[in-house]
């Protein structure tokens, strides 16, 4: 709380500069401006660079649904994955997406329930990436089933065979699991998005844009009724979303903790893959607010405090990460067991080596450069780090499915295993999709919270002296 | 813009460019014992529900309500699943394995409450609601960016058209305007 009063007088603000960090929201605003800034960036003509920008996500995502084409029809033996590795890109891409995912949900939920102001300008945009993020990741269980059309038969439902899921599989705890994140995160997101939708039905230029916001706001008025109630509600979304986001990767790592795969058996696996997805979520955002702000004429919202935060999360989740493949070769020794042992060995030094040490380099030693402010306050240092930390993450995915399962116990069932043209394509059209998705959302809802913006105006609250 | 019909007083609205003076409003017409009086504003404004929020809900029992559905509900289906209808015997391990059904019990328990919760908001708050007198009021269009608003309705049985408008002038309003419904 003691970061708000950052922004409430003038009289106390040069003493207070030379202790307080920057502010949270650029000088000189109130609500008209604020509300004009952010609503123009829907509302003004799409600028030409939206379509260039919006072009080439485009085509990838045509790629994608080629790929797509190609796999139903000739079969999951269009990717590279066969035995021992059957799972691949396929389930690597499920993870590094879904993990992805994490950082809007973090930002949205547990940095408001710890008053953490300086979320406010980035929560929506985090939580849309969240959404697709998840969509992008639910794409690849689906296509990996093989027959992707009896998808349905993961879910409980009354059916002439008589037959019911495996409950006691954590691969239906997954299903479960990645259903209900995308369904709370959608609710949380629309639920934040009524009262700007209200903001937009009521500047709305076009008759069209009129209905369609009308339309999704609910005919809200902003009462203090409705506010009470509104608040509340949000709030225990929030508290729900919390614990909600931690179970999610919990059951992710479980898909690979419950086997009793070399590599994969291990109790630090949860707490290990919630790190790694904050972390490659942090990252995320990072990548997409970086140019958003610079596009949009952002940096009064997005201020360089909120950049150096998320690179502080991502040093410290870094260093949770790397502490996990610490303990994780400390324990393949220490254990005792031969294949746990070499597991660990193979990884460092066998066929993939460069794939683990694209790791090392991309998740260790990258984000070291951020214990030094200059490097935080750097804005290429930050992306190009960002980028590398979601590469690397992805690595690490790559490196956790694929070194396990192709040498795990009988040298005589071990292969070896390549992705494929298809995976390629897929993964590469999975990330147009996800710009696509991005693209669309800047231009058509706001990007930045309106309502929850205000509350950071001097003088916005009430019980303040005039 | 007035229809057919013939349009009715619904109530009297003003206009506020600040937060103070929105809640000093609320506060002085509140004391004069109105009690059909509500307040827009473009964000939660602190103190405002406790001046004039007179029905507040319970939106947190609809969420525990929501949750233990879906808590109890998501378990025993997985009881009924995996114990009694379709039971598989795995070596004779207990039928009943509820250790194993704690991950999806916990997930359907957050499922329900956000979804009952969610919407249970919005129907308390009488959400979707498309049409509503004050939107005739052109000017209100601003309660959702930069301006506060407090309405006084006809209902309001201390209601009387010239004493409630001065009442209004007096707390330093921008603009006070009829509000129609028809």
Redesign the interface.
Known sequence: MARTDEVETVENKEAKDALAQPPVIGPGY???SI?DKIASIVQRGTPVGWYLGFAIPFILTMMLLFAIGYLFAVGIGAWGVDIPVAWGFAIANFVWWIGIGHAGTLISAILLLLHQKWRTSINRFAEAMTLFAVACAGLFPLLHMGRPWFFYWLL?YPNTM???????S?L??DV??VL?YF??SL??W??GLI?DL??L???AKSKWAWRAY?FLS????????????????YL??AG??T??VI?VHT?VS?DFSVAIVPGWHSTIFPPYFVAGAIYSGFAMVLTLAIPIRKAFGLQDFITMRHLDNSAKILLATGLMVTYSYLSEAFFSWYSGNIFEAYVELNRIRGPYWKMYWILVICDVIAPQVFWFKRARNNIWTLFIISILVNVGMWTERYVIVVTSLHRDYMPSAWGMYSGSVWDYATIIGSIGLFLALMFLFVRLLPTISI??M??LVP??????A? | MIGKRKAKLFGLSAEYA???H??EAARMICDAGYTKV????????????DI??T???R??AI?LIGGLIGGLGGFF??YY??GI??P?NVAGRPLF?WP??I??T???T??G???F??F???A??G??????P??NVPRF???????FFILVEVKDPKFEYDATRRLLERSQPRVISDVYDW
Do not use: C
């Open positions: 109130d609500f008209v509300t409980p008589e037959l019911w899921p495996q409950f006691r954590p239906v705890w479960f699991a209900t369904t709370v609710v949380f629309y639920i009262p209200a903001t039905r009521d500047r009308g609910l005919g809200w008025r902003g009462s203090a009724d409705h506010w009470h109630h509104y608040e509340t509600a225990i979304l729900l979303a614990p909600l179970s059951v479980f309502a929850e205000r509350t003088g916005s609250k009430g019980s303040e005039k | 600040d937060p103070q929105l809640l509500s307040a827009y504003t473009p964000y939660p404004v602190e103190g405002l529900a004039i929020v029905k507040k809900r939106v947190a969420f289906m997985q699943a995996a209808t379709y598989i394995s194993s059904f991950p999806i916990f997930e359907l957050v499922l409450a956000a979804l919760g969610a249970g908001m919005l308390i708050n959400l979707p609601q498309p049409y509503h004050l939107f269009s601003l309660a959702t960016q930069s301006r």
